[in-house]
C-alpha cells in the first residue's frame, strides 16, 4: 500500500521570521496532496489541497510537488510563534482513501 | 455552516465494554472515513464510508466496525474494546471520493482502562 514518510522526521525549531520546508514522499504515484495543520489536541485544519502536481499558494504556504521524485514539499515564509503546531500531509493514489505521515512538529520561537 | 460533529468528545471505559463513537456531517458527503492517530504514527485509516450502507475496510480494522444508515452519520463501534484501541479517534467526510479536500471532526479521546 501507499507509504508516507513526511520531514523532518519529527520536529523542527525556528526563529520567528524563517522559512520552513517541510517534505513528505510517498512509495506510489501521486493522484492529490493535502497538507494539513494541528495544535495539540486539536482538529486537523486543510491548509492546502492539490491536484496532481500543481503548485498551490495561500499566504504564506506554498506546497509544491516533483513527480519525478514522488516528492511534496510545504514552504512557510516567514514563520511566526502562531505557526507552531504538528503539520501532516496526505497522499491519495488510484482513487483510494488518503493515507497520512506521521507529521513534523513546528515550534518557532521569539 | 459546513461541520463535521463527532461524539462524544471524551470517553473512558474498561477493558471488555462496548464502546460507541459517532459522527456527524451537514454538508451531505457521500465519503467518510475513521482515522485513529497514535503519537509518532500519524493518522491511521479503520473504515470507510462511500454511502449509506457501503463500507470498506482501511489499513486497521481488526477490532472495529461501523454503521452508516444515514449519509450524514457514520459510527465507529468497537465490540469488547482492548487497551491498545486507546487512541484518538477522528471522523472525516469528503464531497466525493478521495480527491477533494478532506473535513475533520475535533476527534474523540478514548481511554480504555
Known amino acids: 500500500g501507499q507509504q508516507v514518510q513526511q520531514s523532518p522526521p519529527a520536529s523542527l525549531v525556528l526563529q520567528e521570521g524563517e522559512n520552513a520546508e517541510l517534505q513528505c514522499t510517498y512509495s506510489?504515484?501521486?493522484?492529490?496532496m493535502q497538507w494539513f495543520y494541528q495544535r495539540p489536541g486539536g482538529r486537523l485544519v486543510s491548509l492546502l489541497y492539490?491536484?496532481?502536481?500543481a503548485e498551490q499558494r495561500g499566504g504564506r504556504l506554498t506546497s509544491s510537488a516533483a513527480s519525478n521524485e514522488s516528492r511534496s514539499s510545504l514552504h512557510i515564509s516567514s514563520s511566526q510563534i502562531t505557526d507552531s503546531g504538528t503539520y501532516l500531509c496526505a497522499t491519495s493514489y488510484n482513487n483510494n482513501a488518503p493515507r497520512f505521515g506521521a507529521g513534523t512538529k513546528l515550534s518557532v520561537k521569539p | 455552516d459546513m461541520k463535521v460533529t463527532q461524539m462524544p468528545r471524551y470517553l473512558i471505559k474498561r477493558m471488555g465494554e462496548n464502546v460507541l463513537l459517532e459522527c456527524g456531517q451537514d454538508?451531505?458527503?457521500?465519503?467518510m472515513y475513521w482515522y485513529r492517530q497514535d503519537p509518532g504514527l500519524g493518522l491511521q485509516l479503520i473504515y470507510i464510508?462511500?454511502?449509506?450502507?457501503?463500507?470498506s475496510e482501511g489499513d486497521i480494522p481488526k477490532g472495529y466496525r461501523v454503521s452508516r444508515k444515514k449519509r450524514e452519520h457514520f459510527s465507529l463501534i468497537l465490540d469488547s474494546a482492548k487497551t491498545n484501541q486507546t487512541s484518538v479517534y477522528f471522523c472525516?467526510?469528503?464531497?466525493?471520493?478521495?480527491?477533494?479536500?478532506?473535513?475533520f471532526g475535533a476527534g474523540t479521546r478514548l481511554s480504555v482502562l
Open positions: 472525516a467526510s469528503t464531497p466525493g471520493g478521495a480527491h477533494n479536500t478532506l473535513y
Open positions: 464510508s462511500y454511502d449509506v450502507d457501503s463500507n
Open positions: 506510489t504515484t501521486l493522484n492529490s
Open positions: 492539490s491536484p496532481s502536481w
Open positions: 454538508m451531505s458527503h457521500e465519503t
